[in-house]
Nanobody
């Protein structure tokens, strides 16, 4: 089992920045991929950014050049640095961990609101 806790959401003006954190605990040795997703009201959940155990990253086209996913292995935490935020980035951001089975684990989500 893996437990995930997100933090760092909030209200920010367009053009501002936020850093989201996803702290993992439990069977973290089994995690192969960590992914940030977001879901805006009335829209489907979409992949935002992924980081693998080997450190490879991948981003949605809509956030490339503005968002950066990283991790601190010593703290068992994955981060999502979000710069130049836009109103369309407003959503609930959730952290997902995948193990080798694969089994997916989810955090509770954190709200990000960008005002124009």
């Amino acid at each position: 089992q893996v437990q995930l806790v997100e933090s760092g959401g909030g209200l920010v003006q367009a053009g501002g920045s936020l850093r989201l954190s996803c702290a993992a605990s439990g069977s973290i040795f089994s995690i192969t991929v960590m992914t940030w997703y977001r879901q805006a009201p009335g829209k489907q959940r979409e992949l935002v950014a992924t980081i693998t155990r080997g450190g490879s990253t991948n981003y949605a086209d809509s956030v490339k050049g503005r968002f950066t996913v990283s991790r601190d292995n010593a703290k068992n935490t994955v981060y999502l640095q979000m710069n130049n935020l836009k109103p369309e980035d407003t959503a609930v951001y959730s952290c997902n961990a995948q193990d080798h089975y694969p089994t997916h684990y989810w955090g509770q989500g954190t709200q990000v609101t960008v005002s124009s």
